[in-house]
DNA sequence: TCAAAAGTGTTATCCTTACACCCATGT
DNA sequence: ACATGGGTGTAAGGATAACACTTTTGA
């Protein structure tokens, strides 16, 4: 049986009050990640490989990439054959990267690519305004009754989407796509068991393939290092005030953060240092622009931000 | 050009003061991880797989696992291939996984496997009794000579290996390593370029092919993840003493601990919990037996250990 | 002059670090 | 009795969380 290695990647930028993610549109009108093969023949690496096709099919010359899982389950790798011109019987292994990038407003016109808000496929993950609604209004009474009687169900469910008093992680993104999954409240489920999908519960739009999957384990990663390594700079351009900073992490994380707390904080980081420069016309009273000491990634413990979130509710 | 995708397995055990490993030693006398074909045609999934073949080979039924990283690099690979009955021009990728198991005497006779202490591979890693002369010593000089004049790696290797003041991060084992490969100062460098081994200057025992750099990888993700999971206790048996945790503790992150402090801050997290029962005859005044609180896995941020470090030096 | 956004000061509380000292057993 | 580990009390200093309030611009 032949084995094929497809390469995925999750293109981050932050634009406009969101992550964004870079989306190729299928004629099936699913999304889909921007996807391409290995070739064991060709490539020395795979880093090598995805840096060579991403900047042929889009233009991008990617920064920062890192790897984050290989995906090879058999149900539920489902056919991007197509897309590789592979035999129908090959069994596809696919290994997920997360790339982080500033442009996201260049869109290259060779493909037809999209940047896309991330939370349209996690609307349950978004908690800067508060807890959404839809997370006990339409996910957790099915959970429940999926989970009903089975005690080791209920807690994974409570902890994970913050049911009786537990409060919100927001780094499980991955447990909580997987326990939908598993509930059989998302669309992959029911195409991944050839059965109809669920009564008209419909978690977030579906992706191809197992993309949705990747996503969330690119979103789970992004939260979690942002917190010990200073990538939030990869999405940043070389200056930025420090609430743009703070709005872009308070995006990727889904959760409001206390204003003076994370500036307190990031100063003692010495991350960051004033030009003397301005913005103006936002607005309001002008703020100082900062940029990014990559020189002071030497001194301390070479840490991440510290993301004090705003416990009070609205 | 053919493709194979091989499954290593660093299965980690604490035995006798020092996180063991399991070790293959090959008829040309280097240590190789456990390495298994993965068959497309076979396996449902890499980790089915996997588990599938050390069953059978030998006898142990994994518990914990989880992924590590996929490794593809081709003039890193090297051959395993007689191994797997490859042909010889087949590119091999290797999917690395990280199992802890607690049943470090239990060695099977159909292979001749052995435990082998991690930092035999890694000596430059243990500070539990201080930092290791032979950093300083053996290694320093010939990394400032490599830097020399070059300040991103004067830098690098500085932070990496706690140099001039910098202080010493037990995580980074793998940028530890990949510094050493790329100045040349491990046996696999030399190996992988073809070239002479350099001047007698041997950075703890090579393994076979990189299975040195997965062994890397392993280690730091574990010592990362006690920070934040529980997954200490996968390593403990059913009863143990807080000491006899802490000693565990200390032995994967390869630094002394302060005993109250860690004792605090383990109450504080609600995972343990005493027995009534003693321990005896250990020369000392009794401890009493603790449990791991599975139950508890719930509460708060289900967080993992504080690891407070002695800083005092000896 | 008022809305909008930038940018402080201050305090209570908790966690961390570091000190040293007492306790129960086997020899 | 003393060596060997087991097991605590306490206090200084720093980090966090939560208060609200002042400042500077554009409309």
Redesign the pocket.
Known sequence: MSLIIGLSVVIVAYDDETPRVLINPREDNLAALPFGAFDPGQHRTFELALRGWVKQQTGFQLDYVEQLYTFGDRDRESPDAALLNAPDDARIVSVGYLALTQQARHVPETLKAQWRGWYRYFPWEDHRRGRPAMIDRDLAPPLRTWAAGNGERLSRAALAFGLDGQDWSDGDVLERYELLYEAGLVEECARDRGLASRRGIRAGEPMASDHRRILATAMARLRAKLRYRPVIFELMAGQF????LQRTVEAILGQAL????F???LE?TGFVEGTGK???????????LFRFKRENLRRGAARGL???????DA
């Open positions: 005030t420090l609430s743009a206390h204003k003076q707390n500036r307190r904080a003692r301005m913005e103006s016309g936002t607005g309001g009273r002008p703020a100082e510290s993301a004090p979130v705003v416990r009070s």
